[in-house]
């Protein structure tokens, strides 16, 4: 795992969000593992988040032993970027985000089949999500 140079403290909720805790990360991550998306044209497109930003946010993910990085099959010129099994863990925090999000964030919108399948059937879309995740 990648460590912060100086984490504030070694509560592991505080540990994660010197990991995760930027604007941008766990945006990235959702791309990836809940939305199918493997390039970085695709990635953040959403929310518009700067190219310079995404390199850095990709770059920390894959230090982080979250995601990895590889040539595409199909285009070489292109990189492909997959959840590992670390990233994938994740999956049941960013539905539970998203589940919050969806109920007290306001102008949430977006991902509502996703999060209402979470409440029917999370440990099917969890699994269906992971799979999908580490078998692209």
Not at 30 to 41: A, G, N
Not at 50 to 55: D, Y
């Amino acid at each position: 795992m990648a460590r912060v140079s100086h984490p504030r403290s070694t509560c592991p909720l505080s540990c994660a969000l010197d990991l995760l805790g930027d604007r941008w990360s766990i945006l990235v991550l959702r791309d990836i593992v809940m939305r199918d998306r493997h390039h970085f044209e695709e990635l953040g497109k959403d929310e518009g988040i700067a190219t310079n930003i995404l390199s850095d946010r990709l770059q920390r993910l894959t230090t982080a032993g979250l995601i990895t990085k590889q040539k595409d099959a199909r285009d070489g010129r292109k990189r492909y970027y997959a959840a590992t099994e670390r990233g994938a863990d994740l999956i049941p925090t960013l539905l539970e985000l998203g589940l919050w999000g969806a109920n007290h964030a306001e102008h949430s919108e977006g991902d509502v089949d996703l999060l209402g399948r979470s409440v029917s059937d999370r440990d099917g879309l969890v699994a269906e999500l992971r799979d999908r995740a580490l078998n692209p």
